[in-house]
């Protein structure tokens, strides 16, 4: 069994046939709008994914490929409340049927629990495993409890009286001048 699929110019008809789930790490690094959006990424962070192809038949027409994809990943964020690294959890567990044209793809959208992408010779299934994991990143990452002091303090009683009491050096320097 050849198992000498190109994750950017995958023959999706060839991984329908096989019908195997081809399992792969792909370093985050590699995948470059991903990296721009983490903070104190490892060279070594990782995606494991997984792509399993199937094709089913379709009356009056040939067979359909299907394409299941699954990733999980730890992505190192920036926490919202801190600013400092924050591990995330991202997943990504999708089925995708492939048609012939972006008509097909826009009418049959709707009411299709899959996503329809357009058939091509050559798919860039890196691509697709970066656009979907862009989109499952959280909106804001936070850690569940912050490791440091948060810098934004907006209201924190403390900051609130050490801004309220004068310094007596300042107050003292006022003195003088006056
Ligand atoms: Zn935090």
Known sequence: MSRNFQAQRLNLQELAHDGQP?????????LQRLADETQGLSPDDAVQWQATGELRPKTGADDQVWLHLSAQ???PLTC????TQVAMPVGVDQWYRFVDSEDIAMAEDDEAEEDLLVMVPL??????????LLMALPLVPMHESCPVTPVFSAG???VDAAEAKPNPFAVLGQLKKS
């Open 73 to 75: 990943a730890r992505v």
């Open 22 to 30: 081809w399992s792969e790490t792909t370093l985050i690094k590699d």
């Open 156 to 158: 924190d009683p403390a």
């Open 80 to 83: 919202q409340r801190c600013m």
């Open 123 to 132: 798919f860039d299934l890196m691509a697709l495993l970066e656009d979907e």
